[in-house]
């Protein structure tokens, strides 16, 4: 009787559903169930819940939820329907508390219940970390430990909580592994930066979406391997897949971190082909490309073009123009994103603050950072309090920046490479030795190993003159092993991106290089 009248349910429910549009509509839907149904069949309303649900529109869902906790019956059905419509709002504290009230109900819970409900755990995790374990202890208990989408879930889970030998057992266990599965692998392998084993998996895959693609694209490209990205995308190109958002979004960020402006055009051009260019995670990442390749126009051109604008993508076009040397115009578009309506985070100041120094606009500068929380709620962090240093070192205000230091930044000792960089940078520069020794010296007893910082004091006494204390700092670099990282060039030609590192062996070419340069100062006199 029950699963008669669930199935005339549907019936009922398919021509309204067709024309519900409305909340109204979805009320008219409720009353006819309330007529012909649900005094005889409660579980008939289980059909409004999950179609309400399922259309994602937010005030369906809310009357939904509204509907749910008024029932005097409430079955396994539509629990899972009310845990699956929480994650799809992003709240899990709600879902989990239905799979609560479930047990407290004594109720079935079934493979349909888990996969939203691990979701849930894993967005908790920070807070309620044990409970993932539990909900995995209460799924092997019911036998559902082959169930390769709560398997997916797990995995997922166990990776965000950075164990991946337990989600790497659990991948193992299951015979019959589908793309969804390998996916979820290679994703959590990227992102707990363990890059060559999620390689392996992509490579062993039977067969690969463009989901899986994504994911080993966005692994290298956490990992800062912005070459293999592109070389990647070129084998995904072949394959004849459609690349979707994600995906150019990482080409995007491996073109800007390479300067590879060809490459970067070509994947602008398949964004407007595809019709992505709305999509606002993909226009910030056109903007930030197009200025770390220093072409300001075109990306003020993408910026201005986007009909939605989030703070990510103010932040893009504030940092482009500062990170080019024109400060007033990255601090007109701050003032305009205020006038906008938008909230500058953290990172919005770290970019105007960054203005400010390299356009010498010292009390600008210390009026934002002064701003910061009080106007708009943004707590100073170690980056903006190595801007600030920055700021007044360059200006040469180098008392004011050490006195910074010791009432904010809580003395030399709780700095980082920036904040001391900035100052014994400006002490070189204003051969101010008082403060770049007392500095130093600091830096010495603590220890620190960062060679910039060394380098930085052995040029500041070498150039003052003090070569006892420029010998002293040689040694300690020396007797440490502290090492440069070899300097870096890319170049692009004919849209193929080439590296070269400072005595780089290996690079195929490299004999052909130093032949060439050291024919250079011969040709060089004959030309005189």
């Known amino acids: 009787m029950i699963l008669k009248a669930v199935s005339e349910t549907h019936s009922v429910l398919t021509p309204f559903t067709q024309k519900c549009r409305t909340l109204n509509h979805l009320k008219e839907l409720h009353c006819q169930l309330l007529k012909l149904y649900l005094p005889e069949t409660p579980s008939a309303i289980g059909p409004l819940l999950s179609y309400a649900v399922?259309?994602?529109?937010?005030?369906?869902?809310?009357?939904?939820?509204?509907?749910?906790?008024?029932?005097?019956?409430?079955?396994?059905?539509?629990?899972?329907?009310?845990?699956?419509?929480?994650?799809?709002?992003?709240?899990?504290?709600?879902?989990?508390?239905?799979?609560?009230?479930?047990?407290?109900?004594?109720?079935?819970?079934?493979?349909?219940?888990?996969?939203?409900?691990?979701?849930?755990?894993?967005?908790?995790?920070?807070?309620?970390?044990?409970?993932?374990?539990?909900?995995?202890?209460?799924?092997?208990?019911?036998?559902?430990?082959?169930?390769?989408?709560?398997?997916?879930?797990?995995?997922?889970?166990y990776s965000l909580n950075l164990e991946m030998d337990r989600a790497r057992m659990l991948f193992d266990e299951i015979p019959d592994r589908?793309?969804?599965?390998?996916?979820?692998?290679?994703?959590?392998?990227?992102?707990?930066?363990?890059?060559?084993?999620?390689?392996?998996?992509?490579?062993?895959?039977?067969?690969?979406?463009?989901?899986?693609?994504?994911?080993?694209?966005?692994?290298?490209?956490?990992?800062?391997?912005?070459?293999?990205?592109?070389?990647?995308?070129?084998?995904?190109?072949?394959?004849?897949?459609?690349?979707?958002?994600?995906?150019?979004?990482?080409?995007?960020?491996?073109?800007?971190?390479?300067?590879?402006?060809?490459?970067?055009?070509?994947?602008?051009?398949?964004?407007?082909?595809?019709?992505?260019?709305?999509?606002?995670i993909l226009g910030t990442a056109l903007v930030d490309m197009y200025s770390k390749c220093g072409r300001m126009e075109l990306a003020s051109s993408v910026f201005e073009a986007m009909t939605y604008k989030d703070t990510g993508v103010w932040n893009a076009i504030i940092s482009g123009f500062a990170m080019n040397g024109d400060a007033m115009k990255s601090l007109q578009l701050f003032d305009r994103m205020l006038a906008s309506g938008y909230q500058p985070n953290e990172t919005t100041f770290v970019a105007v603050l960054s203005a400010c120094t390299h356009a010498n606009m010292v009390d600008k500068g210390l009026s934002l950072f002064g701003r910061m929380d009080i106007i708009y709620g943004v707590e100073p962090r170690s980056?903006?309090?190595?801007?600030?240093?920055?700021?007044?070192?360059?200006?040469?205000?180098?008392?004011?920046?050490?006195?910074?230091?010791?009432?904010?930044?809580?003395?030399?000792?709780?700095?980082?490479?920036?904040?001391?960089?900035?100052l014994l940078g400006a002490c070189r520069v204003y051969g101010n030795l008082k403060i770049g020794d007392r500095i130093w010296r600091k830096l010495s007893n603590m220890k620190v190993a960062d060679y910039g910082t060394y380098v930085l004091a052995y040029n500041m006494y070498k150039e003052a003159g003090r070569e006892m204390e420029a010998k002293s700092v040689r040694k300690l670099i020396e007797e440490m092993g502290i090492k440069k990282q070899p300097g870096c060039s890319v170049i692009e030609v004919n849209g193929v991106v080439k590296e070269f590192l400072a005595s780089d062996l290996l690079h195929p070419n490299s004999r052909q290089v130093r032949n060439l340069l050291e024919s250079l100062p011969n040709d060089m006199h004959l030309i005189d």
């Open 54 to 157: 399922n259309s994602r529109i937010p005030s369906f869902f809310s009357y939904s939820h509204v509907v749910f906790q008024n029932l005097g019956y409430q079955s396994t059905f539509m629990y899972n329907t009310m845990i699956r419509g929480y994650m799809q709002s992003d709240l899990p504290i709600p879902a989990i508390i239905c799979y609560k009230d479930m047990l407290r109900d004594k109720l079935i819970v079934n493979n349909y219940t888990f996969p939203p409900l691990i979701k849930a755990c894993s967005m908790v995790l920070n807070e309620f970390g044990q409970l993932g374990f539990s909900v995995h202890a209460h799924s092997l208990k019911l036998g559902l430990q082959h169930d390769r989408y709560i398997v997916a879930a797990l995995i997922e889970f």
């Open 178 to 280: 589908d793309v969804v599965l390998f996916t979820t692998m290679i994703d959590g392998y990227g992102k707990v930066g363990e890059v060559g084993k999620a390689r392996l998996l992509f490579e062993e895959m039977p067969e690969r979406n463009v989901i899986s693609w994504s994911a080993m694209m966005a692994a290298y490209s956490r990992a800062s391997d912005f070459k293999k990205v592109l070389c990647l995308y070129q084998r995904m190109e072949e394959d004849g897949l459609k690349p979707n958002e994600s995906v150019l979004v990482s080409v995007l960020t491996a073109c800007a971190h390479l300067g590879a402006l060809a490459q970067g055009f070509w994947i602008h051009s398949l964004a407007k082909h595809y019709n992505y260019e709305s999509n606002p």
């Open 383 to 422: 980056e903006h309090r190595a801007c600030v240093v920055d700021l007044l070192a360059r200006s040469g205000k180098l008392e004011d920046a050490e006195k910074f230091i010791e009432e904010s930044v809580g003395g030399i000792e709780k700095g980082d490479a920036n904040v001391w960089g900035a």
